[in-house]
């Protein structure tokens, strides 16, 4: 069966970093782009950043821009989230994604179940 499994959230002071970590089981991981994701209470659900299949190619939301890095390690079957100068409003449940489209109209979408990240003093 799938299964994505987040770890590495935490507490962490303004300033600080974590490495959020999934590890993916059930499907053929290198077939499929990676994503994380994040929510905070009251708020959509939002992207923060995301690696193609080969790990060739990756995108940003502009307010994690040069603070986060999204890696993945297929041989593991494992995507990672480096999170660097960590702000307040950083806090949210950490989501991580795995999409694949099969062809036009077949889509396959899986999520793991969070992971909480906290920032504050």
């Given at each position: 069966?799938?299964?994505l499994?987040?770890?590495?959230?935490?507490?962490?002071?303004?300033?600080?970093?974590?490495?959020?970590?999934?590890?993916?089981?059930?499907?053929?991981?290198?077939?499929?782009?990676?994503?994380?994701?994040?929510?905070?209470?009251?708020?959509?659900?939002?992207?923060?950043?995301a690696?193609?299949?080969?790990?060739?190619?990756t995108?940003?939301?502009?307010?994690?821009?040069g603070?986060?890095?999204?890696?993945?390690?297929?041989?593991?079957?494992?995507?990672?989230l480096?999170?660097?100068s960590?702000?307040?409003?950083?806090?949210?449940?950490?989501?991580c994604?795995?999409?694949?489209?099969?062809?036009?109209?077949?889509?396959?979408?899986?999520?793991?179940?969070?992971t909480?990240?906290t920032?504050?003093?």
């Open positions: 069966q799938v299964q499994v987040e770890s590495g959230g935490g507490w962490v002071q303004p300033g600080g970093s974590l490495r959020l970590s999934c590890a993916a089981s059930g499907f053929t991981f290198s077939d499929y782009a990676m994503s994380w994701y994040r929510q905070a209470p009251g708020k959509e659900r939002e992207l923060v950043a690696v193609t299949s080969t790990g060739a190619s995108n940003y939301a502009d307010s994690v821009k603070r986060f890095t999204i890696s993945r390690d297929n041989s593991k079957s494992a995507v990672y480096q999170m660097n960590l702000k307040p409003e950083d806090t949210a449940v950490y989501y994604k795995a999409d694949r489209v099969a062809r036009p109209g077949l889509r396959y979408a899986y999520w793991g179940q969070g909480q990240v920032v504050s003093s």
